[in-house]
């Protein structure tokens, strides 16, 4: 089953384990400036998102890359960039309509989400569930489910 | 490891930046951020220099978890001698600043002496500079911050920053840090902006390593964050309602201090409660709290983030304030609220929103603001000192008024910005005023919860309840049940509790973890992260030093035991309603047993043996 991140805004409260944990798994320090992942503050509107690739099908990096550096890994269905072709020409980053592809000045490399070669560790450090790794045929089941629960059966219930 | 090792020192009247390497032997004895810091302070300075003089120096410390992944690993500490007290001032805050340094590379910074003109420090990894701030002078914290963040055209840079209270020599002003989070007691920002220090703006890429076994820390780290997650207080309490589930609960108690501590029950508790901040407005539908936040790392997320009714009177024609900001935890809804007679949600929303906007610490200001309401009613002052404003208790027009005068010093401000003991003693009534050591209460009343008695009259940096919150063991029962009205055995649950705070205050963790994790699930992350040996008796012991270090401090200051006491309110007027009506404080049963088990003398003095066994500095 291929299964792909689902973010939930409403249950994230910027408290950037997520990002953490990406550092650490990719870097192998706690840099919440080099995470895959990162949350935005919305101060005013008192709101937290955290924001990362989407793994596009036709992803438009891996279609624009001019030395085939990003490939797809069938297994989880994540571009994955191959550093050892990678030129650091930037290509991708300007075909990118997200802006989740970035540019890492130490490594001279571009940086994306691999989704941890399927064991993504934002979703496994989330402490709300607002990064689950779920089944990608329905992401929206959650969702679903919680309109469901809303859903008004006293028509049924002879109530 | 888990330090960096490196400490930037800051001279401000030379104007240097300049590196320097750690001192481990230090941080082995009193393990970082709180305990080391004050090592620092205590070798550097003079402790009776003057507080806002040039001689006074103030350290930003991070423990060495502090950037980690363990939960809430972002706490920073400003660690100084108090121009509010004149002892030992150490106040930790949370938000992202904190890690943000550490990640810049730095386990702390060391500013000392007082810069001619205005300026703020910039630091990007290893690069740190003194830059010109006239044009931020004047300027409140969210201006100040908004400036900083578009001159640098950095918006993922920290910023720590004092209001304009501080500039103006306010006593009780905080270091404000990410818009809405406080190094908050003790007048920490009055000292920086003393040094013409405005603000402290970081950029940190370098990341947080050097974690002696990352395996076994992660695997404590995970094990701690289950345990909170599991914990009814901190996995579901807190997230929901904030510290104001405690609004509700100690009114019950009759441990709420009430209209300046003259009673110890509010009728308006329910109506300021973390309850009533979920409830929809009449006007739009909203409640008070928009959702809570946390702090970096935090898997707790206390933190309320809240809006004003736009309707409201404070901020109708101010739209400003019609966003979301910090909201009410439980300390500012007392002292802005119960203490002032308030009752009025929004008000104390504002007003909270202002203390943050320019950096007045709300406990000792919504204290300060009762003790004046008491002093107008008593008709010590009257409205020719208020500009005809009817300060009585109750008012949250005159709240408001006050806060807006106290946030720039002008008219009344002034004596508002002078904390309630020297105000008391301006009017002529010192009695009214209720702090220890010239520090505000917190939200205990002693006569409810006898353990924190004795916690305010010893803490080392005056009335706190964050020194050794036996609130935790005798009322909720956490790590376990003791009565409140008895004072047997208290003396003793003060001291652990005071010595296992010092160590969590030094670790980079946060104390709210202490209702779910004891030493015992501390020690192992501490252990795995940085070099030696972090057991849980280990822990204790540079907690008691530490203790003991902030307290020799003190001594050298010229506080003395006789210091270690409450107004005579406390230990002579019985509590009017409650289960502890007619109840005083009782410290005389608890104090000497306590001065006892610290191996003081009888007038609270450190004995050569204590000093030796703990190998105090001489």
């Known amino acids: 089953m291929l299964k792909s991140l689902n973010i939930d805004p409403g249950k994230c409260t910027g408290c950037l384990q997520c990002e953490m944990a990406c550092s650490l798994e990719n870097e192998g320090v706690f840099n919440t400036a080099k995470s895959r992942i990162k949350v935005f503050t919305f101060h005013e509107e008192g709101r937290f998102v955290p924001y990362t690739c989407t793994q596009c099908d036709e992803a438009w990096c891996m279609h624009a890359c001019p030395v085939d550096a990003i490939v797809l890994n069938p297994a989880t269905g994540s571009k994955d960039v191959k550093n050892d072709l990678c030129v650091g020409c930037k290509v991708c980053t300007i075909a990118c309509p997200f802006g989740t592809v970035n540019y890492n000045v130490d490594s001279g490399k571009v940086v994306k989400c691999d989704l941890c070669g399927g064991d993504p560790q934002c979703a496994s450090a989330c402490p709300t569930d607002a990064i689950t790794y779920v089944d990608a045929n329905a992401t929206g089941l959650d969702k679903m489910r919680q309109w469901a629960g809303k859903t008004d059966n006293a028509a049924n219930t002879g109530a | 490891m888990a330090w960096t090792r490196q400490l930037l020192r800051v001279n401000l009247t030379e104007g240097t930046c300049i590196p320097e390497p750690l001192n481990m032997d230090w941080a082995n004895q009193y393990l970082g951020q709180r305990g080391l810091a004050t090592r620092y302070l205590v070798e550097e300075i003079d402790p009776q220099c003057d507080a806002l003089g040039a001689d006074n120096k103030m350290i930003m410390a991070t423990g060495p978890l502090t950037g980690t992944m363990a939960s809430t690993a972002g706490r920073y500490s400003v660690i100084t001698k108090s121009p509010l007290t004149g002892a030992v001032a150490c106040s930790n805050?949370?938000?992202?600043?904190?890690?943000?340094?550490?990640?810049?590379?730095?386990?702390?910074?060391?500013?000392?002496?007082?810069?001619?003109?205005?300026?703020?420090?910039?630091?990007?990894?290893?690069?740190?500079?003194?830059?010109?701030?006239?044009?931020?002078?004047?300027?409140?914290c969210w201006e100040t911050d908004e400036m900083?963040?578009?001159?640098?055209?950095?918006?993922?840079?920290?910023?720590?920053?004092?209001?304009?209270?501080?500039?103006?020599?306010?006593?009780?002003?905080?270091?404000?840090?990410?818009?809405?989070?406080?190094?908050?007691?003790?007048?920490?920002?009055?000292?920086?902006?003393?040094?013409?220090?405005?603000?402290?703006?970081?950029?940190?890429?370098?990341?947080?390593?050097?974690?002696?076994?990352?395996?076994?820390?992660m695997s404590a780290v995970s094990a701690g964050k289950k345990v909170l997650a599991e914990n009814p207080v901190t996995g579901e309490g807190l997230p929901a309602l904030g510290t104001q589930v405690l609004m509700n609960v100690i009114n019950e108690v009759g441990a709420m201090p009430t209209r300046n501590m003259q009673e110890v029950q509010f009728e308006g508790a329910s109506k300021i409660s973390g309850e009533a901040m979920l409830e929809p407005r009449e006007s739009d539908g909203k409640p008070n709290l928009t959702r809570n936040g946390g702090c970096f790392a935090c898997t707790i997320a206390c933190g309320r983030i809240?809006?004003?009714?736009?309707?409201?009177?404070?901020?109708?024609?101010?739209?400003?304030?019609?966003?979301?900001?910090?909201?009410?935890?439980y300390e500012a809804a007392w002292a802005l609220g119960s203490d002032t007679g308030v009752d009025d949600l929004d008000a104390l929303t504002y007003v909270n929103f202002l203390c943050n906007e320019d950096g007045m610490d709300p406990i000792s200001f919504g204290a300060t603001v009762a003790a004046a309401m008491e002093l107008f009613e008593s008709g010590a002052i009257s409205t020719q000192h208020t500009d005809g404003v009817e300060l009585k208790f109750g008012n949250a027009q005159a709240l408001c008024w006050a806060a807006e005068k106290s946030a720039t010093g002008e008219g009344f401000g002034a004596d508002i910005n002078l904390g309630s003991r020297r105000l008391c003693e301006k009017y002529g009534r010192p009695e009214l005023s209720m702090t220890v050591k010239g520090q505000e209460f917190p939200a205990y009343d002693p006569r409810g919860i006898q353990g924190m008695g004795l916690t305010y009259a010893t803490s080392n940096r005056g009335a706190c309840h964050l020194r050794s919150y036996t609130v935790s063991s005798e009322i909720l029962g956490v790590p376990e049940k003791t009565d409140p009205l008895q004072t047997e055995g208290k003396a003793g649950l003060v001291k652990a509790f005071q010595d296992a705070t010092a160590a969590v205050d030094s670790s980079g963790l946060c104390v709210f973890t202490t209702f779910a994790w004891t030493l015992d699930d501390i020690s192992p992350q501490?252990?795995?992260?940085?070099?030696?040996?972090?057991?849980?008796?280990?822990?204790?012991?540079v907690g008691e030093r530490i203790w003991q270090l902030e307290r020799d401090f003190n001594m050298k200051a010229g506080i003395t035991g006789s210091d270690d006491t409450l107004p005579q309110r406390l230990l002579k007027d019985a509590a009017k309603s409650g289960p502890a009506k007619g109840k005083v404080c009782e410290l005389g049963e608890m104090l000497p047993e306590y001065y006892q088990l610290r191996g003081w003398t009888q007038d609270g003095q450190l004995t050569a043996e204590t000093r030796s066994k703990f190998d105090l500095p001489s």
């Open chain 2, 93 to 140: 805050s949370g938000g992202f600043f904190g890690a943000e340094l550490k990640n810049a590379g730095w386990d702390m910074i060391i500013f000392e002496g007082k810069s001619p003109a205005p300026v703020y420090l910039h630091i990007e990894n290893n690069n740190a500079t003194l830059m010109p701030a006239t044009d931020l002078w004047g300027k409140s």
């Open chain 2, 148 to 217: 900083l963040h578009a001159k640098h055209q950095d918006p993922q840079m920290r910023i720590a920053v004092v209001g304009r209270s501080a500039e103006q020599g306010c006593l009780f002003s905080s270091v404000i840090n990410d818009l809405h989070r406080a190094a908050g007691r003790s007048g920490v920002g009055t000292v920086m902006a003393s040094k013409n220090l405005k603000a402290v703006a970081v950029r940190g890429s370098l990341g947080v390593g050097n974690i002696k076994d990352p395996a076994r820390f």
């Open chain 2, 306 to 329: 809240s809006t004003i009714d736009r309707e409201h009177f404070s901020v109708k024609e101010k739209p400003q304030y019609w966003g979301n900001s910090g909201g009410l935890e």
């Open chain 2, 526 to 541: 501490i252990d795995a992260a940085c070099d030696g040996d972090w057991s849980p008796e280990r822990l204790v012991e």
